[in-house]
């Protein structure tokens, strides 16, 4: 895919703030981001926990109303109520985890796959769309699933009937909210593969959703970074993981278990979207602040005062921090929320 094709999900300025509690400012889970994701391109989305990945997920679906900026597919803004929006939801799928209880205990494998087609009033042939979608996801031969419940199934089948649930309605995106989070390493690798494959076979587009370095690695093009509510860095998967350029992507990928050298241990309050510090908001936890990097670039000011600018969308390298745009002599711009930095 180039950068000349038009990005099949493209998001704009996107905010979503959840009203505070007892008198408590917003929290402003999304506050700013621009996302774009092409067709057949999977896209890792990682982040600490709480950095809010889950909300930005949600709201590109239309399951959580932004409180401001906008979300398109396909070339449309992303439909509110009615007919559009149901087919939108046909389209874009979410995968959940398992365990979080996306499987009905007492709805046969059959039916659970199935419930999507009925819903969407599916004209065709039901039961061979449901061996198709459970054939593809890897259950085969996939009669000998339907009429199994989900306690029948080990973790990575569960999983599967899952992801088939989401391909019987032959979408063109997934979003994948942790999908591999509860699953040990072996099966993790099983249902990686099998996204990618999906990938390959039927050109569909992802979002995954990962708090694990690692995972995006093994599966993803691109990455973007999230850090309390904004992309602060995105690119190629191979050019962010291994050559980081934001403070905080160095800090996440220092403390992998093959990471070289000191794992970098951040300071401060763990992140809470209803404070975000002024200017830059890790400068509060930034360890090239605090070890004297930033000083000697000559922008601890910046670092204090000035919110970096807000990546576009996209798929270049592109990194929200004053210090290394300074590294590269790039425009150190500060404009903060709403404005688009388009570096090169
Ligand atoms: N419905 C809600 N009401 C209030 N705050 C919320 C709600 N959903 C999420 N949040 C807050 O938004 C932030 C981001 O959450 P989330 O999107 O789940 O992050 P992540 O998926 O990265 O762990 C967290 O601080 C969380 O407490
Ligand atoms: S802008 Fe400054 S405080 Fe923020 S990440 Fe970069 S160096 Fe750290
Ligand atoms: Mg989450």
């Known amino acids: 895919m180039t950068s000349t094709t038009p990005p099949l999900l493209s998001v704009q300025g996107l905010h979503v703030a959840f009203p505070g509690r007892r008198g408590a400012a917003d929290a402003r889970a999304v506050d700013g981001v621009d996302l774009d994701i092409r067709r057949g391109e999977i896209v890792a989305l990682v982040g600490e926990s709480g950095c809010g990945k889950t909300t930005l997920a949600r709201s ?7 409180t401001g900026g906008r979300v398109t597919f396909d070339g449309s803004p992303l439909a509110r109520s009615g007919r559009a929006l149901k087919e939108y939801r046909r389209r874009a799928q979410l995968v959940l985890q398992d ?13 659970i796959v199935a419930e999507g087609l009925r819903i969407h009033g599916h ?3 039901e039961r061979a769309a449901v061996a198709e979608a459970l054939s593809r996801a890897g259950l085969r031969p996939p009669e000998r699933f339907f009429l199994r419940y989900p306690h029948e199934l080990s973790g990575g089948q569960r999983q599967r009937v899952v992801i088939a649930g989401a391909l019987v309605l032959e979408p063109e995106l997934l979003v994948a909210d942790e999908p591999v989070a509860s699953l040990d390493a072996s099966v993790r690798g099983e249902i990686l593969a099998l996204l990618l494959r999906l990938r390959t076979d039927l050109g ?3 979002l995954v959703v990962t708090h694990d370095l690692g995972l995006a690695w093994n599966i993803a093009d691109r990455v973007a970074v999230m850090y309390l509510g904004r992309i602060v860095e995105t690119g ?18 220092s403390v992998l278990p093959e990471a070289p050298g000191t794992p970098v241990v951040l300071t401060g309050e763990p992140p809470d979207p209803s404070f975000i510090p002024s200017g830059c908001r890790f400068h509060v936890r930034c360890q090239v602040l605090a070890g004297g990097a930033a000083e000697r670039a000559g922008v601890a000011d910046a670092c204090r005062h000035e919110d970096p600018a807000v990546l576009s969308g996209g798929d270049r390298a592109q990194v929200a921090c004053h210090w290394a745009r300074a590294r590269t002599e790039e425009p150190a711009a500060g404009t903060g929320d709403g404005a688009t930095v388009r570096p090169g």
């Open 236 to 253: 190629p998967v191979e050019q962010v993981l291994t050559a980081p350029r934001h403070p905080y992507t160095q800090a996440l990928l």
């Open 123 to 125: 004209p065709g042939d």
């Open 99 to 111: 365990p979080s209880g996306s499987l009905n205990p007492r709805h046969t494998v059959y039916d």
């Open 204 to 206: 569909l587009a992802a």
């Open 60 to 66: 590109l679906l239309g399951l959580v109303e932004p």
